[in-house]
């Protein structure tokens, strides 16, 4: 259970959120495989590659490694693409695909920071052209995400502008503290992943929900809460004074979330090529 609603004569806190199996049941990116294949983006090996690719994920996460080669497949992968292509192919379809799987206790959740009169933000590694309308469908106040370099032609320079992992998500959540007067010590944060240690220990009353095995380890150390979100809610329903986005919302959600979707099928497809 929460505290009680913020005393506004101190200073202001915040709940910082990640996204991925956190807030929602599933990867951000890879639940988009089907929709790129549809929209002519993949065929269907790799479709049936990322499913698998998400079934890893779902069953154990990524480590700081697989991130990291991760975000190399994603540089390589994106460059060339047209951004307004992969931007029209997940407008049509992020709020189908996302709306069914937020956690319902993440909802709550995130309810009662509001209630409580504590911004919420949502910190994620996912790229911003999908985090931000997900945050919005939320009601979050503020989005920290991943960012793609874009060139005067409108295509993706295969270059990362800001990445949001690890460090640096303790990095961005110190550098709003400052901007916006929110006291640390006061702050919440939550995820699923060991490699967000960093921004856990930055706040005062961090969590560890539906943990891998690294941060449960860490979390029992150190008497974190350790969470358990099984309840996976259509928003609409969970979260009825929430309107639905418009298409310019939904247009504006793309092209990071669209390569780091198929970015492991890069790896897997170089791989077969290199063996064959």
């Known amino acids: 259970m929460l505290r009680d609603v913020e005393n506004h004569s101190l200073p202001r806190a915040a709940a910082f959120f990640d996204l991925d199996k956190t807030v929602i049941a599933k990867s951000s990116t890879l639940t988009f495989s089907k929709s790129f294949y549809q929209g002519g983006l993949i065929n269907r090996r790799a479709a049936l590659r990322t ?15 697989q991130m990291e080669r991760m975000r190399e497949y994603l540089s390589a992968l994106c460059r060339g693409w047209n951004v307004q292509q992969v931007r029209e192919i997940v407008a049509e379809t992020l709020h189908q695909l996302i709306d069914p799987i937020i956690y319902d206790e993440a909802a709550s959740l995130i309810e009662e920071h509001h209630t409580a009169g504590r911004d919420v933000v949502i910190v994620s590694t996912s790229g911003a052209e999908v985090v931000e309308p997900i945050g919005e469908l939320l009601g979050a106040d503020r989005v920290v995400a991943t960012r793609m370099v874009v ?46 240690l960093p921004m856990l220990r930055t706040v005062g009353h961090p969590h560890a929900v539906n943990p891998d095995r690294a941060l449960r380890r860490e979390a029992v150390a150190h008497g974190w809460p350790v969470l358990e979100f099984r309840r996976p809610v259509p928003l609409k329903k969970r979260l009825p004074t929430l309107s639905a986005p418009s298409r310019p919302a939904l247009v504006a959600a793309a092209a990071v979330g669209a390569a780091a979707a198929t970015a492991g099928l890069v790896w897997y497809a170089s791989r077969r090529r290199g063996t064959a």
């Open 151 to 196: 060139g005067e032609d409108g295509c993706f320079t295969g270059e990362v502008e800001y990445y949001a992992y690890g460090p640096t998500k303790a990095e961005a959540i110190r550098e709003l503290a400052a901007s916006e007067g929110y006291d640390l010590d006061r702050c919440y944060a939550y995820s699923d992943s060991a490699t967000d």
């Open 51 to 65: 499913a698998y690719a998400q079934f890893v994920f779902l069953a154990g996460g990524l480590d700081h490694d």
